[in-house]
């Protein structure tokens, strides 16, 4: 899911790090680690072209922990503002998703109206949406990155960001239905026919744009005729047809009242 907007995501994190002035010439690589940056004082300027010079090379991790050192050593200067947020983006590229929202939502506690605020919440939103794990899996980050995503839609709707995160939001959505329509089935199998049909339910109900719609109306009709209730089961084949004729899952439902409740008429 996250590769298909891999390519515009790069973009959008190169076009903000130029605006900000804090561009950087390449995110390939990755580092192992850290190596020693135990305290030794250095001038800010020196530091940070240090710490940027890293990032360059791929050192993210240990660009990271330089650009912390920026703001430790040097906490009251302009560059340390620089610092914080290119720490954050630092982390992002090592995969280190955690610090990278941390460093973020530090940047903004500490910055919240400044003109680089909606990079850090996009970082946030990103650092969430990487994490995402398949259906078979806990949802509690895929929710996550659904809120902050929607969050920069609606702090910054006509930004680069939120036309990103528009269309992350519709992947969100999709893999949540997805995952509703795994316990669905799961409950079916089992015979537990109303505990999936408040799954099935809710993919209508709350995700009826994404692309389990169909099948989540072809599961309705399939565990209405097993809790024998006909003509619930006939009015979901219904919907299903006039909102999907073409679709196989409607073909699906279509034989299936055929079959089960052939003249049956829907209350």
């Given at each position: 899911?996250?590769?298909?907007?891999?390519s515009?995501?790069?973009?959008i994190?190169?076009?903000?790090?130029?605006?900000?002035?804090?561009?950087?010439?390449?995110?390939?690589?990755?580092?192992?680690?850290p190596?020693?940056?135990?305290y030794?004082?250095?001038?800010?300027?020196?530091?940070?072209?240090?710490?940027?010079s890293?990032?360059?090379?791929?050192q993210?991790q240990?660009?990271?922990?330089?650009?912390?050192?920026?703001?430790?050593?040097?906490?009251?200067?302009?560059?340390?503002?620089?610092?914080?947020l290119?720490?954050?983006f630092?982390?992002?590229?090592?995969q280190?998703?955690?610090?990278?929202?941390?460093?973020?939502?530090?940047?903004l506690?500490?910055?919240?109206?400044?003109?680089?605020?909606?990079?850090?919440?996009?970082?946030?939103a990103?650092s969430?949406?990487?994490?995402?794990s398949?259906?078979?899996r806990?949802?509690?980050?895929?929710?996550q990155?659904?809120?902050?995503?929607?969050?920069?839609n609606?702090?910054?709707?006509?930004s680069?960001?939120?036309?990103?995160?528009?269309?992350?939001?519709d992947?969100?959505?999709?893999?949540?239905?997805?995952?509703?329509?795994e316990?669905?089935?799961?409950?079916?199998?089992?015979?537990?026919?109303?505990?999936?049909?408040?799954?099935?339910?809710?993919?209508?109900?709350?995700?009826?744009?994404?692309?389990?719609?169909?099948?989540?109306?072809?599961?309705l009709?399939?565990?209405?005729?097993?809790?024998?209730v006909?003509?619930?089961?006939?009015?979901?084949?219904?919907?299903?047809?006039a909102?999907?004729?073409?679709?196989?899952?409607?073909?699906?439902?279509?034989?299936?009242?055929?079959?089960?409740?052939?003249g049956?008429?829907?209350?």
């Amino acid at each position: 899911m996250k590769t298909q907007t891999r390519s515009s995501t790069k973009l959008i994190l190169g076009a903000a790090l130029a605006g900000a002035t804090l561009l950087t010439a390449g995110c390939a690589g990755r580092d192992n680690g850290p190596r020693d940056t135990a305290y030794v004082a250095r001038d800010v300027e020196t530091l940070y072209r240090e710490a940027k010079s890293r990032l360059d090379m791929g050192q993210a991790q240990l660009a990271a922990a330089l650009f912390d050192e920026v703001e430790r050593q040097h906490p009251y200067s302009p560059w340390a503002r620089r610092a914080q947020l290119m720490g954050a983006f630092s982390y992002y590229v090592a995969q280190d998703y955690n610090k990278a929202i941390q460093a973020s939502q530090r940047f903004l506690q500490i910055h919240p109206g400044n003109k680089d605020a909606p990079y850090a919440f996009y970082l946030i939103a990103l650092s969430y949406y990487e994490q995402i794990s398949d259906v078979q899996r806990d949802q509690k980050i895929t929710d996550q990155a659904l809120i902050a995503l929607n969050e920069i839609n609606r702090r910054f709707p006509s930004s680069d960001y939120a036309t990103d995160a528009r269309l992350k939001i519709d992947l969100v959505r999709d893999h949540l239905a997805g995952k509703e329509m795994e316990i669905g089935r799961h409950y079916e199998r089992s015979g537990k026919w109303i505990a999936a049909q408040i799954r099935f339910q809710n993919v209508i109900d709350n995700y009826e744009t994404t692309s389990h719609a169909p099948e989540a109306l072809y599961r309705l009709t399939e565990t209405s005729l097993a809790l024998g209730v006909p003509e619930e089961a006939v009015k979901y084949a219904a919907v299903l047809g006039a909102n999907y004729p073409g679709n196989e899952w409607y073909e699906k439902a279509y034989e299936l009242v055929q079959d089960h409740a052939a003249g049956v008429v829907p209350d």
